[in-house]
C-alpha cells in the first residue's frame, strides 16, 4: 500500500532533527504525497524571519552539515511547500508561550494551528516526530 499522507511532528531544536525533517518532508512532497508539518516547542523560534540564531549540533554530523554546505533545514522546508504539496503549521501553544507573533514568522509558513487541528488533519496519516 503506497504512503498517501504523512504528518511530521517537529519539537526539538536541534540541527540534525531539523535537517532530517526538512529532508523527510521535502522528499515525500516533491515525490507527491501529501505533507502536513507541524512545529512547536523548541523548533519554533528557528522559524521566525531572520533569525540569526543557528540551532546547535547533537553531535559531529551537524558541524557536517554546515561545514560541507548542504541546503539546511529551512531551505528544504520551503521547497517542499513550493514544490510539493506540504504544508508548514506552527503550534499556536508555542508561539503563545513564546511570545512570537505570528506576523513575525517565514512566509512559507500557514496559520498557526492548535494540536488538537493537527490531530485531526492526521487521522489516516503516517506520523514522524522529530
Do not use: H
Not at 532530517?20 to 507527491?32: D, E, F, I, R
Amino acid at each position: 500500500m503506497a504512503v498517501e499522507k504523512i504528518c511530521v511532528v517537529v519539537v526539538s531544536g536541534s540541527r540534525e532533527r531539523l535537517q532530517m525533517a526538512a529532508m523527510a518532508a521535502s522528499v515525500a512532497a516533491v515525490s507527491g504525497i501529501e505533507v502536513t508539518i507541524f512545529l512547536s516547542m523548541n523548533s519554533v523560534p528557528y522559524f521566525v524571519k531572520g533569525a540569526a540564531v543557528d540551532p546547535p549540533s547533537e553531535g559531529g554530523f551537524g558541524e557536517l552539515i554546515v561545514r560541507k554546505k548542504a541546503p539546511d533545514f529551512k531551505t528544504l522546508f520551503r521547497q517542499a511547500v513550493e514544490l510539493g504539496d506540504a504544508k508548514i503549521l506552527p503550534c499556536s501553544m508555542a508561539l503563545d508561550i513564546a511570545g512570537i507573533e505570528p506576523d513575525t514568522l517565514e512566509p512559507y509558513l500557514g496559520e498557526p494551528t492548535g494540536l488538537s487541528s493537527f490531530l485531526d488533519a492526521a487521522r489516516g496519516a503516517q506520523v514522524w516526530t522529530f
